[in-house]
């Protein structure tokens, strides 16, 4: 099943198996673009596991995936509005939709892909609303995160996370992001201290190379 929700600029998508009944598990997935259609196809060739995806288009990807304001100055730090929005708006209407079908919510988990990963992550030490959380080739050199992650404790912890990233994204001569792996480590080094089952999976090539599938895999991972 998939079908369009319209809320205001937002390209909001629901993706339900087909067939099923009851309650499934929820994922969440901001999209840079497209409508999260080529991560669903690629969910099914690797026969995840029955469950339910929100996808979320019409983000500014400088603004809404970013926690705090930082260099460059276009990154605005706009979660905090974009996770109230999701929180207070997204979500209601695609768990009403889904109910209308028949579908009730397991768990919710949250996914996404380079500062979308970033604001996953983030987002699990804001509220406890998910309980699994998968950043494929997240930004996780962005300015203060290792700071905030390790000065911060959220009120529950995830049950599980799943980090990876491309062989080749630390070597870049940009000062921030040559730092993307040892942060991405230790991010999964935190995780793991506090209970949480933890992977950190390393792709080969860039940061470019097979979004759709290094997300899938990760959704893959939270659903087992």
């Known amino acids: 099943m998939k079908k369009r929700i319209g809320l205001g600029a937002r390209n909001v998508v629901v993706w339900a198996p087909e067939g099923a009944c009851g309650r499934v598990p929820l994922v969440v997935m901001p999209v840079f673009r497209g409508d999260g259609s080529d991560v669903w196809r690629r969910c099914r060739e690797l026969e995840c596991p029955a469950f339910s995806l929100v996808s979320i288009g019409g983000v500014a990807w400088e603004r809404d995936m970013t926690p705090w304001a930082a260099e460059p100055a276009a ?6 509005a974009f996770l109230t929005e999701l929180l207070n708006e997204v979500l209601p209407a695609a768990e009403a939709d889904l109910a209308g079908a028949g579908l009730g919510v397991a768990w919710r988990g949250i996914a996404g892909y380079s500062l979308a990963g970033l604001f996953a992550l983030w987002s699990t030490w804001q509220i406890d ?4 959380v998968a950043s494929a080739s997240g930004s996780l050199w962005y300015e203060g995160w290792l700071d905030f992650a390790r000065g911060q404790e959220p009120d529950t912890w995830p049950e599980r996370a799943y980090l990876s990233l491309g062989s080749k994204e630390h070597k870049t001569p940009n000062r921030l992001m040559r730092n ?6 230790q991010t999964r080094d935190l995780l793991c201290s506090h209970g949480v089952e933890c992977t950190f999976e390393l792709n080969p090539g860039n ?9 899938a895999r990760g959704i893959r991972w939270i659903l087992d």
């Open 75 to 80: 990154y605005e730090g706009g979660a905090p």
């Open 129 to 132: 609303a998910f309980l699994r």
């Open 180 to 185: 993307v792996r040892t942060a991405t480590e």
């Open 207 to 215: 940061h470019f190379q097979d979004p759709d599938l290094r997300m």
